[in-house]
């Protein structure tokens, strides 16, 4: 047994036997004697006088052991150091005596992942020197503190992240653990007080009706269960039958009924009820499936799907132009690379002379890719364009004459080259037969499979 200066030893007969018992005061304490009538030292700001009668109230009740509780708590100081009235301190384990043992606190890290243990215990009573035992509050008002510098009366304090045993008014960010300590209830350079009010840290995962997985991937969301009355981890896609509205959303899969994203959207499956709006950028990995409409602006081009009165599904883009398989920078309003394909391909203009009407077209079609080139000739050749050099097989070439004006037989004669020879039968009269002398006058029409691409598969296997 460790005695120190002026430490009070007490005997208690019990039977045939005694027990002693070191009582340690501690500066402007009072010795009193609990429901069983143990001795224990009472730190005097946690007494107030109530009345001329002295009367004393203690601000915390004393359990059958002989220590306060859940005011105060006694502690052994293992820090290696002396712990000052004001400071807070850990649980870093237990001595022979079953007391608890502490040292400075600090806000920890928090390890994603793992369960939040906090250790924080409470700020120190009084003076404990190294090695020995003193008193912790864990709940109640203390007093005669330096509260004066950076401090406001009403300020929440905080365990410190930087200073080992300190508080702070400033709220930890995460990854740090957030553990409230108390209040500023005076500021004062020697008498300042604040009341400690320990409140332990917790995670999402730790709430009682939180359902969550123990590794939440990234960008994971909780969406309430009404029918099971718990809020459930959505890591592998979000659920919504209300709304939502967000700056970023990053996730596997959204299915909601009204969508708002501020910024951009990246999602892997995209199924929204009613309305999408993204005021950025989209990207959907796979299906985007959206039954009433679908905004997107910003430094994307601007795009619309919705419903017509009728009922069909519309797709419309908006002063802006649509590039399809890698086309990054369309020059046209619609720019495909590769192919195209449609039952039917027409092109639709205004009527000039009747406003409540259109004009529609069909697309010529054939069982090749062709080209043509058609016109007018009064000469006996033909310039082909310079690209169907490249563009065109020449052995595909066809050519229709039509002769202008008089009952002349136009002919092929060779195609060499970039051009096409025209050889003259006339009809007109017997000199100008019998020495090919004339004018000549027709309409051609010459058409060419293309050679830049494969040859068109005219019947092909369903998918």
Do not use: C
Not at 57 to 75: E, F, K, M, Q, R
Not at 121 to 139: E, Q, R
Not at 147 to 172: C, H, K, M, Q, W
Not at 254 to 275: I, K, S
């Amino acid at each position: 047994m460790i005695f120190l200066e002026k430490d009070l030893l007490l005997s208690r007969r019990s039977g045939s036997s005694f027990t002693e018992q070191v009582i340690r005061p501690q500066t402007a304490s009072l010795l009193a004697f609990d429901e069983n009538k143990f001795p224990v030292v009472i730190p005097s700001s946690s007494v107030r006088v109530e009345s001329a009668s002295y009367a004393l109230s203690a601000s915390y009740a004393l359990n059958g052991g002989g220590a306060p509780s859940p005011s105060l708590v006694l502690v052994q100081n293992g820090s290696g150091l002396t712990l000052s009235k004001g400071q807070v301190v850990s649980v870093i384990g237990s001595n022979l005596n079953s007391q608890i043992v502490v040292d400075l606190a600090v806000s920890k890290i928090h390890t994603p992942g793992s369960t939040i243990t906090s250790d924080i215990l409470g700020v120190v009573n009084d003076s404990i020197p190294a090695g020995f035992t003193g008193y912790v509050l864990t709940s109640g008002y203390l007093t005669g503190l330096n509260t004066a510098t950076g401090f406001s009366l009403g300020d929440e304090l905080y365990v410190s992240p930087s200073v080992s045993g300190s508080y702070t008014s400033i709220r930890p960010n995460a990854p740090r653990d957030v553990v409230k300590v108390g209040y500023i209830t005076g500021v004062n350079n020697t008498t300042g007080s604040i009341f400690v009010d320990v409140k332990q840290p917790t995670t999402i995962d730790e709430i009682s009706n939180i359902s969550s997985s123990a590794s939440p991937a990234d960008g994971a969301f909780l969406v309430y269960n009404a029918a099971d009355g718990i809020w459930e981890d959505k890591s592998s896609g979000l659920v919504l039958s209300g709304s939502l509205s967000a700056s970023n959303a990053d996730v596997g899969s959204l299915m909601a009924g009204t969508a708002l994203v501020q910024d951009v959207l990246t999602v892997t499956d995209l199924n929204v009820l009613n309305n999408l709006t993204v005021e950025n950028d989209v990207t959907v990995g796979r299906d985007v499936v959206v039954e009433r409409q679908l905004i997107a602006s910003g430094s994307s081009a601007p795009f619309r799907v919705v419903s017509s009165v009728n009922g069909t599904n519309v797709f419309y883009v908006t002063g802006s132009r649509v590039g399809i398989n890698d086309v990054m920078d369309p020059q046209f309003n619609l720019e495909v690379q590769g192919s195209f394909a449609a039952s039917t391909k027409s092109f639709v203009i205004d009527h000039q002379e009747d406003e409540t009407k259109r004009l529609v077209h069909a697309t010529l079609e054939g069982p090749e890719h062709a080209v043509f080139v058609r016109g007018r000739s009064e000469s006996l050749s033909i310039d082909l364009p310079d690209y169907w050099t490249w563009l065109i097989d020449e052995s595909t070439i066809t050519v229709h004459l039509t002769a202008i004006g008089s009952p002349d037989t136009y002919y092929v004669e060779k195609v060499e080259g970039n051009k096409i020879y025209i050889g003259v039968d006339r009809k007109t009269n017997f000199f100008n037969k019998l020495f090919n002398k004339g004018t000549v006058n027709f309409y051609y029409m010459i058409n060419a499979e293309r050679k830049d691409v494969d040859k068109l598969k005219v019947v092909i296997d369903k998918l």
